[in-house]
């Protein structure tokens, strides 16, 4: 080796550990699932539980004492990882995670409600819309990057949803996008239906309804869990939605259990898919929320309380957070600058498949440069 030649090596491994240079080696994903955590607060996600709201006071909690057990640590890397443990001790080490606060990463929704409808339209279309301002039953008017899949080969037909909420199959368009959507209520009958879908749609129509219009976390990701074997879609999006009905609620210790509980549902799924020939080391997951909630110990004058409530009324309910892991997706792990917003969850996912959002639709934010710089650039 001459002088010249180390010289350039010692250069170039000072250039590579200081500045990561953007390998385009990483093939593009096969496979896509979208999963979203209604309304779950990035305060839990890197902090785990707050204590002031495990209380009867702030957050109903009648009995403090097995909550505490459950989730209270001494540091807030403890507690969230008690919380979450897939999140912590999977994601954040194989993937990334986005929107911690307290180290300087910055995510936000765009559109300026905070709240579901236009949460979840701003990530799937990948901008937010002045006309999509309520929660109503209005077939989305924007296609979102999901319908542009399906209307495309190889998706074709291969693009599915499921969520906890009768709105999803409003958002997602089925009516003109074909997608099938399960909302968690009405039995679901798209695709290939196996015995164990007709015991859950059984199941659907059998169990009393805590809520109107939502109900629990377990069917839909039952459903999600026994249709993808049997029909393998390419482009998934899952959604979970008890985290925002128990905030509501106020029970904050609910809340905590609901987004436990998703949790599990996740390392579960990830290890379905590691373990299926059709997914293996093909499939990446985004994991994200459509809107955060609001923060009492950051604006007391709006009370403790305000952690159950969201929207332009309450500060901090803009804040968001996102995780990705699998396919196309960097180990950098957990980011600690930065800013992003919900929008560009689309091109993200576009991206990872290899294809662009952007062209396509001129009003989608840009895909996440964290995801982008180690997967391989789209072909203009
Ligand atoms: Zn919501």
Redesign the pocket.
């Known amino acids: 080796m001459t002088i010249r030649s180390l010289l350039a090596t010692i250069v170039g491994l000072c250039v590579s550990s200081t500045h990561a240079q953007p390998p385009t080696t990483n093939p593009p994903a096969h496979n896509v699932i979208l999963v979203m955590i209604?309304?779950l607060r990035w305060q839990e996600v890197f902090r785990g539980a707050e204590r002031a709201l495990i209380s009867k006071e702030h957050g109903k909690v009648e009995k403090e004492q097995p909550v505490l057990d459950a989730y209270w640590r001494d540091s807030p890397e403890e507690r969230r990882q008690a919380l979450l443990p897939f999140l912590w001790g999977i994601v954040a080490r194989q993937g990334v995670i986005l929107g911690n606060r307290d180290r300087g990463s910055l995510g936000r929704t765009e559109n300026p409600h905070w709240?579901?409808y236009p949460?979840y339209s701003e990530v799937l279309c990948g901008f937010p819309d002045d006309r999509i301002d309520s929660n109503r039953k209005v077939p989305n008017p924007n296609t979102t990057v999901f319908e542009w899949l399906n209307a495309k080969e190889p998706y074709r037909g291969r693009v599915a949803g499921f969520g906890g909420w009768d709105v999803f199959p409003f958002i997602l368009n089925t009516m003109r996008s074909g997608i099938p959507v399960d909302d968690s209520i009405v039995p679901f009958t798209a695709g290939t239906i196996t015995p164990g879908l007709e015991t859950i749609n059984k199941v659907k129509t059998e169990i009393p309804r805590r809520w109107a219009s939502a109900n629990f976390d377990a069917i839909v990701f039952r459903t999600a869990m026994e249709w993808i074997p049997a029909n393998t879609p390419r482009v998934v999006f899952l959604g979970q939605?008890e985290t925002?009905e128990w905030a509501h609620e106020g029970d904050y210790e609910q809340y905590l259990r609901a987004a436990r509980r998703v949790d599990g549902f996740l390392a579960e799924l990830w290890a379905f898919l590691q373990h299926h020939e059709f997914y293996r080391g093909r499939t990446a997951m985004l994991i994200t929320c459509?809107?955060g909630r609001g923060d009492g110990a950051v604006f007391p004058e709006k009370g403790m309380k305000d952690w159950n409530n969201?929207g332009a009324k309450h500060p901090g309910s803009d804040q968001v957070w996102l995780a990705a892991i699998g396919a196309g997706i960097p180990s950098t792990g957990e980011a600690s600058d930065g800013e992003f917003t919900l929008a560009q969850t689309a091109a993200t996912l576009a991206h990872l498949l290899g294809e662009d959002w952007n062209a396509a639709e001129p009003r989608a934010a840009r895909p996440l440069g964290t995801i982008v710089w180690a997967t391989t650039p789209v072909t203009p």
């Open positions: 209604d309304g709240f579901s949460g939605g925002d459509d809107h969201h």
